[in-house]
């Protein structure tokens, strides 16, 4: 089982600042084909989870360009280059290269 | 568009069982796998399974294997998650997630359910 490790814990940011959140896997992501297999879901406050970014670095429909992901391997980035107000929540890393799927652990995002 | 409606709240006690449905609609039922995820309060997402609309079959994290049972009716583009011997850890809040890829492929969750909350106490 692939274990999935965010950091920080918790971020709080100043309106207008970037932000990012580190994630690593315990095993490589990286797939024959070339691609590695990680998404990245923001949970509002008393909602469900929303996809952000899948395959590393595609934004899902309606995700402002603000939000951008990179990395490979084991080794993942969800970068904030604004952030805003509607950002608060908590943010997952996610692996899709084998069963079964797993979670990081979640960064909680606040605004100063 | 897609939508993802689950049934109510349930209150359990425990060593009962829950038995939780997903509506599914706006897209081609069989065509998408679908997951179960679950978060205690206060706690992160845990993934708890997936079946595969078309055929049925299902892969369970290891936590779950002999308690959860995934099914689904075609016919109603529904999806259930039944849970047994439920215990007081399992109070927690279930969602079902659409898979992003079309069947045969299967990647991570696109559209979620608004969740269900299940709480077991005696």
């Known amino acids: 089982e692939i274990v999935m490790t965010q950091t920080p814990l918790s971020l709080s940011v100043t309106p207008g600042q970037p932000a990012s959140i580190s994630c690593k896997s315990s095993?490589?992501?990286?797939?024959?084909?070339?691609?590695?297999?990680l998404y990245w879901y923001l949970q509002k406050p008393g909602q469900s989870p929303q996809l952000l970014i899948y395959?590393?670095?595609n934004r899902f429909s309606g995700v402002p360009d603000r939000f951008s992901g990179s990395g490979s391997g084991t080794d993942f980035t969800l970068k904030i280059s604004r952030v805003e107000a509607e950002d608060v929540g908590l943010y997952y890393c996610?692996?899709?290269?084998?069963?079964?799927?797993?979670f990081g652990g979640g960064t909680k995002v606040e605004i100063k | 568009q897609v939508q993802l409606v689950q049934s109510g709240a349930e209150v359990k006690k425990p060593g009962a069982s829950v038995k939780v449905s997903c509506k599914a609609s706006?897209?081609?039922?069989?065509?998408?796998?679908m997951h179960w995820v679950r978060q205690a309060p206060g706690q992160g997402l845990e993934w708890m399974g997936i079946?595969?609309?078309?055929?049925?079959?299902?892969t369970y994290a290891q936590k779950f294997q002999g308690r959860l049972t995934l099914s689904r009716v075609p016919s109603t583009s529904t999806v259930y998650m039944e849970l047994s011997g439920l215990r007081s850890e399992d109070t927690a809040v279930y969602y079902c997630?659409?898979?992003?890829?079309?069947?045969?492929?299967?990647?991570?969750?696109?559209?979620w359910g608004q969740g269900t909350l299940v709480t077991v106490s005696s």
């Open positions: 997630a659409r898979d992003i890829q079309v069947v045969p492929a299967v990647g991570c969750p696109d559209y």
């Open positions: 706006g897209y081609t039922f069989i065509n998408y796998y």
């Open positions: 079946i595969n609309p078309s055929g049925g079959s299902t």
């Open positions: 095993q490589s992501l990286l797939h024959s084909d070339g691609k590695s297999y």
């Open positions: 395959e590393v670095s």
């Open positions: 996610m692996q899709s290269i084998q069963l079964p799927r797993g």
